[in-house]
C-alpha cells in the first residue's frame, strides 16, 4: 500500500486528504482493498454508487453499450440520450433536459441558462443560501457560500445575495428591494451538514417567488435520484420548480449530470449558446435509463423503510451516548448526526470505525454524513450501527 501512495505524491496534486486504503475492488455495499479485506461503504462515492458497487444490471448495459459505441458526437443523434431524456421528463414536469457531465456543470450551465433569461426580463441576480455548496468551478463557486470551499478564488462578476436559513424574513425585502432573477437552493444541504429545509419553510420560499416572479431554482446533485425516498427530493413539498440541477447518482458510477428546465421556461438556448463534448456519453446514457428503470416506485419504498430504520438506530444511539452525539436529521438515506466531539476526538472516530472496517465521512467539521448505497441491507445497517456503538465506546474510554 505505501508504495502506491508514494507514487501518487509524485504525480499527483494534493487536493484531497485519501484515507490510507488502496482498493482493489466493489461488490455491492462494500469496497475492497489490496488485501481483500472488506469494508462497508457508508458514503457510496459521495452519493454517486446508489446501487453499489458492480451492480449486475449495471454492468451487463455497460458491456452492451461499449460494444456499440463509446462515444459519437453531439452533432448526431444518440437513442440512449433521447431516451433517457424522455425518462427524465416523464418522472419529473413537462419540459426539456440538457445534459453534463457532473454537478458543477449542471450549475454553470443552470447560470448560463438563467442570464439568458434574464436580458429578456430586464432582471439579474440569484439568491442562495448561506452554507450552500454548488460546486468547485468559478461561475458555481459564486453561488457556494462555503468559506473553506470560496475562499478568495475570483467569482463570475454576476450578482449572488445570500441568505441564511435561520433568517428567512428578511427574504421578501431582500425579493423586493434587489428584484434577482432567481433563487437556488438546497433541499436537504450536502456539504453544509445535512440541513433540512422545514416544509413550512418551503411553502414561504416557494410563495414569495411567485409573488415576486423569481424563479425557484433546486440543486438535486446530491438528494436526487431515489436518494430521499423520492426520485427527487422537491417532490417531499408539493411544489414545481422552475429548474433542477442534478448529478451524481443518475450515471451509476460513470461521469452524468444535466439540467431540467420547466416549459414555463423552454426556449433560452439556441444552438451554440452551450455545450459539452460528452453531454452525456452514450455509455453514461446507457447506465442512466438503467437506474431510472431500476429505481421505481417499490425500490423508493425501500428507502425510505431503511432510512427509517437507520435514523431509529441512530436515535437510540444518541440515548446511550447523550454527550457525544446530537441531533440526527434527515431523509431517507441521507442522513448527519451531530458530534459533540471534539477534533481530537473526532479523529479518534473515525480511526476506530476504520478499524471496524466501515467507511464514513465527517462534514462541516463535526457532522457524521451518511449516504450508503440504496441498496444497502437492513443486516448491513445494523452492523454499522453495532459498529458505531463501539466506535463511541472506544473514543470516550480509549484502552
Excluded at 448495459?61 to 433521447?82: A, D, P, V, W
Excluded at 475570483?154 to 428567512?168: A, F, G
Excluded at 424574513?169 to 436537504?188: C, G, Q, R, V
Excluded at 443518475?250 to 428546465?261: K, R
Amino acid at each position: 500500500m505505501e508504495n502506491w501512495i508514494n507514487r501518487e505524491e509524485k504525480v499527483l496534486l494534493g487536493t484531497y486528504q485519501r484515507m490510507p486504503l488502496v482498493i482493489s475492488h466493489g461488490k455491492g455495499s462494500f469496497l475492497f482493498d489490496q488485501g481483500g479485506k472488506a469494508y462497508l461503504d457508508m458514503f457510496s462515492g459521495l452519493a454517486v454508487n446508489a446501487l453499489g458497487h458492480c451492480h449486475p444490471a449495471l454492468v451487463e448495459e455497460g458491456k452492451k453499450q461499449l460494444e456499440t459505441y463509446m462515444h459519437i458526437s453531439n452533432f448526431f443523434y444518440c437513442k440512449k440520450r433521447i431516451f433517457l431524456g424522455e425518462k427524465i421528463i416523464e418522472r419529473t414536469f413537462p419540459g426539456k433536459v440538457f445534459f453534463t457531465n457532473s454537478g458543477t456543470e449542471s450549475v454553470e450551465a443552470a447560470i448560463k441558462y438563467l442570464f439568458n433569461i434574464g436580458k429578456g426580463k430586464g432582471k439579474t441576480g440569484i439568491v442562495t443560501f448561506t452554507g450552500s455548496f454548488h460546486g468547485r468551478t468559478l461561475g458555481a463557486l459564486g453561488l457556494t457560500k462555503i468559506d473553506s470551499v470560496a475562499k478568495d478564488f475570483p467569482t463570475v462578476n454576476y450578482p449572488v445575495y445570500e441568505i441564511s436559513r435561520e433568517n428567512l424574513d428578511s427574504l421578501e425585502t431582500l425579493f423586493n428591494e434587489e428584484k434577482p432573477l432567481a433563487m437556488i437552493l438546497e433541499l436537504i444541504s450536502g456539504s453544509g451538514g445535512v440541513e433540512v429545509t422545514s416544509k413550512g419553510d418551503m411553502a414561504k420560499i416557494a410563495d414569495l417567488c411567485r409573488q415576486y416572479d423569481v424563479l425557484l431554482c433546486i440543486d438535486e446533485i446530491q438528494t436526487g435520484i431515489g436518494r430521499t425516498g423520492k426520485l427527487f427530493a422537491y417532490e417531499h413539498y408539493d411544489l414545481e420548480p422552475d429548474l433542477v440541477v442534478f448529478a451524481k447518482a443518475i450515471g451509476g458510477g460513470n461521469p452524468l449530470g444535466g439540467m431540467i428546465v420547466n416549459k414555463n421556461i423552454d426556449g433560452y438556448f439556441e444552438p451554440g449558446d452551450h455545450g459539452t463534448t460528452f453531454g452525456p456519453s452514450p455509455l453514461s446514457a446507457a447506465l442512466g435509463g438503467k437506474v431510472l428503470e431500476m429505481i421505481d416506485q417499490d425500490f423508493l419504498q425501500t428507502v425510505k423503510m431503511k432510512g427509517n430504520m437507520l435514523r431509529k438506530g441512530l436515535e437510540n444511539l444518541k440515548k446511550a451516548y447523550p454527550k457525544s452525539l446530537g441531533e440526527v436529521r434527515g431523509t431517507g438515506l441521507m442522513v448527519g448526526v451531530d458530534l459533540h466531539l471534539d477534533q481530537k476526538k473526532i479523529k479518534e472516530l473515525k480511526k476506530h470505525f476504520l478499524e471496524e472496517q466501515v467507511l464514513i465521512n465527517i462534514t462541516r467539521g463535526n457532522v457524521l454524513r451518511l449516504l450508503p448505497p440504496l441498496i444497502i441491507s437492513e443486516e448491513e445497517l445494523q452492523g454499522f450501527l453495532d459498529a458505531f456503538g463501539r466506535c463511541l465506546e472506544k473514543t470516550r474510554h480509549p484502552k
